[in-house]
Nanobody
């Protein structure tokens, strides 16, 4: 069974940068797509980015496009989410998730397509 562990969360000032890591164990990274989701207080969990680890194609929500970058290191079985120009509205618990199959532009946001989830890491943007 696949296991995912997020790390790198914490407190960052507005405009600052932070990089989250998602370490994957139990399977090889190129077997699954990896998505990043977040849940802000009082709000539903939303998708923010995804990477298809077989061809490296990426997806981004409009709210983070141009500010966040997802990448992978297959040798380390780890996916990263670099977050720049942080805003207070980015405060949330961030989760990574793994799903079989290719994540198309029309399907990557569907949370039911992701079988395995990490426990989440808190990111707070505040001065």
């Amino acid at each position: 069974q696949a296991q995912l562990v997020e790390s790198g969360g914490g407190l960052v000032q507005p405009g600052g940068s932070l990089t989250l890591s998602c370490a994957v164990s139990g399977y090889t990274l190129d077997s699954y797509a990896i998505g990043w989701f977040r849940q802000a207080p009082g709000k539903e969990r939303e998708g923010i980015s995804c990477i298809n680890t077989d061809d490296g194609s990426t997806r981004y929500a409009d709210s983070v496009k141009g500010r966040f970058t997802i990448s992978r290191d297959n040798a380390k079985n780890t996916v990263y989410l670099q977050m720049n120009s942080r805003k207070p509205k980015d405060t949330a618990v961030y989760y990574c998730a793994a799903g079989r199959g290719y994540m198309f532009v029309s399907t990557w946001l569907f949370q039911r397509k992701y079988e395995y989830w990490g426990q989440g890491t808190q990111v707070t943007v505040s001065s």
